[in-house]
């Protein structure tokens, strides 16, 4: 089946620094890439919708600036948040479909719990 | 606007059945999931329906009504592995995942 890798599984950093996480499909070629931030006790929260060559779709109330994303191959996508706070400490999933394939079926990175100090 | 509504936590029994429902008002359809989610994990697939029925997999079952906007994850034989949250996801008519903020499923010995 379909997999999807993230790295990395967890990081600790200080308030001001910027982390990068990157998503990765495996064995199959990501068009469209999702990145989803999920508080704890929450459902998933969709951040931004990216597709390959193309620049991210945020979702409201999503700073462009803070989260980076850039999606520049059928197999990377990456998510780098910019200056990060302690409330930006959360778990960052990601999840990649290919559409040549299905519109339907999203395959799911493991997740990177991000912890800002 | 769009809401999906599920029960936020259950309780049952190893060994019983429990049914979680989800009901969802959206702007299209195709389609709602069920996922599966431990703590500190992301989500696994369970189950994807389309058209109105029970679709039966092994333990879990999943049933949908769009005239109602309604769905119901059933699950049988409960273990302790169950222990979960089971997030119901529908996507709309721009292929976009909607989801539930989830319903915490404790089972008890």
């Known amino acids: 089946g379909a997999v999807v890798s993230q790295h990395p599984s967890w990081v600790i950093c200080k308030s001001g620094t910027s982390v990068k996480i990157e998503c990765r499909s495996l064995?199959?070629?990501?068009?469209?890439m999702f990145w989803y931030r999920q508080f704890p006790k929450q459902s998933l929260m969709l951040m931004a919708t990216?597709?390959?060559?193309?620049?991210?779709?945020?979702e409201q109330g999503v700073e462009k600036d803070k989260f980076l994303i850039n999606h520049a191959s059928l197999t990377l996508s990456t998510l780098t948040v910019t200056s990060a706070h302690p409330e930006d400490s959360s778990f960052y999933i990601c999840?990649?479909?290919?559409?040549?394939?299905?519109?339907?079926?999203?395959?799911f990175g493991p997740g990177t719990r991000l912890t800002v100090l | 606007g769009q809401n999906i509504d599920q029960p936020t936590e259950m309780t049952a029994t190893e060994g019983a059945i429990v049914q979680i429902n989800c009901t969802y008002q959206?702007?299209?359809?195709?389609?709602l999931f069920w996922y599966q989610q431990h703590a500190g994990e992301a989500p696994t697939f369970l189950s994807y329906?389309?058209l109105d029925g029970l679709e039966e997999k092994g333990r879990f079952s999943s049933f949908l009504s769009r005239s109602k906007g309604y769905s119901y994850l059933l699950l049988k034989e409960l273990q302790m592995k169950d222990s979960a949250s089971y997030l119901c996801?529908?996507?709309?008519?721009?292929?976009?995942?909607?989801w539930g903020a989830g319903t915490k499923l404790i089972i008890k010995p």
């Open positions: 999840s990649a479909r290919d559409l040549n394939f299905s519109e339907r079926e999203q395959f």
């Open positions: 064995d199959f070629q990501a068009t469209t």
């Open positions: 990216s597709n390959e060559g193309s620049k991210a779709t945020y």
């Open positions: 959206t702007s299209g359809f195709n389609g």
């Open positions: 329906n389309v």
């Open positions: 996801a529908v996507m709309d008519s721009n292929y976009q995942l909607i």
